[in-house]
C-alpha cells in the first residue's frame, strides 16, 4: 500500500500527520479511545473473575497511566511468576509518565528471546521522530528505578525499539 502511494506521487502517512497539526490530533484522539478501551477488558475481566489482586491493580494502575499493555494475558503471568517485580512495574510507569515527552507511547510488554530461553518485562518508549533526547529520558528513567531491582527475581528493560506509537 505504502508503495503504491509513493508510487501515485502522494506523500507517506508520516509526512502527513507531521505536517497536518489537526489530523495528528485526530489521529491521538483514535489512539486515546484505544488505550481507553484496553482499560475496560482490563476492568472487565477484572469484575468477571471476582476482584483484583495486587498484580491485577498494578496493571490497572499502569493502563490509567495511559501506558499500553498489548498482551496483558502475559504480563500478568510473568508478574504472577516475579511478584517481587510489581512495585518495579509501578514505579518505572510513574517515572516514564512523568519524564516522556507529549506524543510518546508507553508500552508494557513480556519480551520473549527468540534464540534463548529467557523472557523479562520491557516498557518500551516509542515516538514519531528519534532524537539524542530521547537516550537521556530512557537514561532518567532507569536512574529512578535503578535501586528498586537489586535482588528481584525478574527483570524490566526500559528501552525503545524505534518504531514509531501504534
Not at 18 to 46: Q, T
Not at 81 to 107: F, I, K, N, W, Y
Request: net charge negative; charged share 30%; hydrophobic share 35%.
Amino acid at each position: 500500500m505504502a508503495g503504491e502511494i509513493r508510487q501515485m506521487g502522494w506523500p507517506s502517512p508520516a509526512v502527513i500527520l507531521r505536517n497536518d497539526p489537526d489530523l495528528r490530533e485526530v489521529m491521538w484522539g483514535v489512539l486515546r479511545i484505544a488505550m481507553k478501551d484496553e482499560r475496560d477488558v482490563l476492568d472487565r475481566a477484572l469484575t468477571s473473575r471476582g476482584g483484583a489482586d495486587e498484580t491485577d491493580n498494578v496493571l490497572g494502575s499502569v493502563l490509567r497511566r495511559g501506558i499500553s499493555i498489548p498482551r496483558p494475558d502475559e504480563v500478568r503471568a510473568y508478574l504472577r511468576q516475579h511478584p517481587d517485580m510489581v512495585p518495579v512495574v509501578e514505579a518505572a510507569g510513574a517515572a516514564a509518565v512523568e519524564r516522556v515527552q507529549e506524543g510518546t507511547q508507553l508500552s508494557l510488554e513480556l519480551y520473549q528471546d527468540p534464540e534463548i530461553e529467557d523472557e523479562h518485562l520491557a516498557l518500551y518508549l516509542r515516538q514519531s521522530s528519534y532524537d539524542v533526547s530521547v537516550l537521556q529520558t530512557l537514561d532518567e528513567i532507569r536512574s529512578a528505578c535503578q535501586g528498586k531491582l537489586s535482588g528481584k527475581s525478574g527483570r524490566l528493560c526500559v528501552t525503545t525499539d524505534f518504531r514509531p506509537p501504534g
